[in-house]
């Protein structure tokens, strides 16, 4: 199906474990983001990626690590899980053209739980 | 820095108009944005509105922006119970080549039967 999907929706883990978020998106577009939603912060930016091998922080990037190797692919990665990173996860895609505004496109997103 | 507010919630009744204010603080935004977030689901754009415009209209939906104050708004007319979501105000800033978008703490507008 077309579209930006992320796996799992729904993860439980303990403090110290390592977890894979992953985001797959069908348009080719550019342009994709990690962010975090957690209540009174709305959401964060964690990492984004401007093109396949290119990524930079955002707001929030401790404690997670992303890679890009496949355009249509950007997973997330906690390398050692903590209490504070149970939040809910939106991926994002968009592609953007100098002069013309940013629509971003998000996934159902994948739901965090650190024990 | 970048930085979009919004106050937390707001309630009406269905029929009635609702207001969703938004204040932002770089003025050299260039496009501002309203996302609707349903329950268990990502954002979806609801509407947008370049920097140099004052006001947009899109059926129900009208956006106000007041540049001077750094002030947004979103009016939904005939506000129905389907409307219920939070609601996030957005700005867009060019950061070095890069199209930054900030996103506000989002609004639970509550619809009342």
């Known amino acids: 199906d077309a579209g930006i999907t992320q796996s799992p929706r729904y993860k439980i883990t303990e403090t110290g474990r390592q977890v894979t978020l992953m985001c797959h998106q069908t348009?080719?577009?550019?342009?994709m983001f990690w962010y975090r939603q957690d209540l009174g912060h709305g959401l964060r930016l964690i990492y984004y990626?401007?093109?396949?091998?290119?990524?930079d922080k955002g707001e929030v990037p401790d404690g997670y690590v992303v890679s890009r190797s496949k355009t249509e692919n950007f997973p997330l990665t906690l390398e050692s899980a903590t209490r504070s990173q149970t939040s809910v996860y939106f991926c994002?895609?968009?592609?953007?053209?100098?002069?013309?505004?940013?629509?971003?496109?998000f996934g159902p997103g994948t739901r965090l739980l650190v024990l | 820095g970048e930085d979009v507010e919004q106050s937390l919630f707001l309630s009406v009744r269905e029929g009635d108009s609702s207001v969703i204010n938004c204040t932002y603080t770089?003025?050299?935004?260039?496009?501002l944005y309203w996302y609707k977030q349903e329950p268990g689901a990502g954002l979806q754009l609801l509407t947008y509105?370049?920097?140099?415009?004052d006001m947009k209209q899109d059926q129900r939906l009208t956006v106000l922006l007041n540049k001077k104050d750094k002030h947004l708004s979103l009016r939904i007319a005939d506000t129905q119970t389907g409307d219920s979501a939070i609601y996030f105000c957005?700005?867009?800033?060019?950061?070095?080549?890069?199209?930054?978008?900030?996103f506000g703490t989002g609004t639970k507008l509550q619809v009342i039967p």
């Open positions: 994002a895609s968009s592609v953007w053209a100098s002069g013309t505004q940013e629509t971003q496109y």
């Open positions: 348009w080719s577009h550019s342009y």
């Open positions: 990626s401007a093109a396949a091998d290119i990524t």
């Open positions: 770089d003025s050299s935004s260039t496009y």
């Open positions: 509105i370049f920097s140099n415009m």
């Open positions: 957005a700005e867009e800033v060019n950061s070095g080549g890069y199209q930054k978008v900030t």
